[in-house]
């Protein structure tokens, strides 16, 4: 089987998810590409028939997933509903149990659906990281903020993960069958 994975990612954490998915996938026997959407042109050819599934995956800033998924998702629409779908939707709400946080990101989760033209089999919210040392000045000090509204202790010199790794190789074990 052969799997595409394209991922598109700000300061990393998705790269990572997108890694382990690769990793766990082949460890399981398949065949995988790994594609960092910034890198491709808009005029790429990339051919969709190569590929048996596709894994999507994109991180939340500011509400909004990143424009080259999104470009990418519809550009290849028809295609990737033809073949087993799944879309990792990486944010920090997904890390909580916020019922407003949780209600939004399902809500952008079914616009990127509806915008793009693409339905996946299955759509996973997956938790990411505060990833500090990323960060610039003014972004650690929102992030800071962040973190400290939702009663979370950081450490502004590191970063903290919330990504359920075991969670994540179920959903793909299930996914892949
Ligand atoms: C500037 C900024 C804005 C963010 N906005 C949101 C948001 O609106 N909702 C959310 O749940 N998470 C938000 N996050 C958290 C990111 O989705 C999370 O850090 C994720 O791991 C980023 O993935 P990436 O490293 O692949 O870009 C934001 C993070 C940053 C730095």
Redesign the pocket.
């Given at each position: 089987m052969k799997i595409l994975i394209a991922y598109a990612?700000?300061?990393?954490?998705?790269?990572k998810i997108a890694r382990f998915c690769a990793d766990h996938l082949i460890a399981k026997g398949a065949s995988v590409e790994l594609l960092p959407l910034a890198d491709l042109e808009d005029d790429d050819p990339f051919d969709i028939s190569r590929f048996d599934a596709a894994i999507l995956a994109g991180?939340?800033?500011?509400?909004v997933l990143q424009s080259h998924l999104s470009r990418f998702a519809a550009h290849h629409a028809a295609d990737l509903s033809k073949r087993a779908g799944l879309f990792l939707m990486?944010?920090?709400?997904a890390a909580g149990n916020d019922p407003e946080?949780r209600a939004d990101?399902a809500r952008i989760a079914s616009e990127f659906a509806q915008n793009t033209g693409w339905t996946p089999s299955e759509v996973v919210h997956v938790a990411?990281?505060?990833?500090f040392t990323q960060?610039d000045f003014f972004?650690g000090l929102?992030?800071r903020w962040i973190a400290h509204s939702k009663g979370e202790v950081v450490d502004p010199q590191r970063d903290k993960e919330y990504t359920d790794w075991d969670a994540l190789a179920g959903v793909l074990d299930r996914w892949h069958g």
């Open positions: 990612t700000t300061e990393g954490q998705t790269r991180s939340l800033h500011g509400g990486v944010s920090l709400a946080e990101i990411g990281a505060f990833r960060y972004k929102a992030m």
